[in-house]
Nanobody, 114 residues
């Protein structure tokens, strides 16, 4: 089953930073838009950030100014730099295409303590 592989999560104190990585199963040159999603218990999965062909980016309001999405096309890898983390950022983080999704990966757990 074709699915991405996320890594880089962990336990961090509020105000700390983490960098998530996503190894994509496809060639980035054939992908028009990739995104990071998150899901916390009892909530629906939400799109946190996305990056489109070129450098167009989108961030949900709650992470603007704190998270940065980027790609390394040579490595087919997607990143999410997360700074100034808050307890409400606690969730399982997933990556996927925005349109024409692959099967969801296992995700990576991010836990922010207060």
């Amino acid at each position: 089953q074709v699915q991405p592989v996320e890594s880089g999560g962990g336990l961090v104190q509020a105000g700390g930073s983490l960098r998530l990585s996503c190894a994509a199963p496809g060639n980035f040159f054939s992908i028009t838009s990739m995104g990071w999603y998150r899901q916390s218990p009892g909530k629906q999965r939400e799109l946190v950030a996305s990056i489109s062909t070129g450098t167009n980016t989108y961030y949900v309001d709650s992470v603007k100014g704190r998270f940065t999405i980027s790609t390394d096309n040579a490595k087919n890898t997607l990143y999410l730099q997360m700074n100034s983390l808050k307890p409400e950022d606690t969730a399982v983080y997933y990556c996927n295409r925005v349109v024409g999704k692959w099967a969801w990966g296992q995700g990576t757990q991010v836990t922010v303590s207060s």
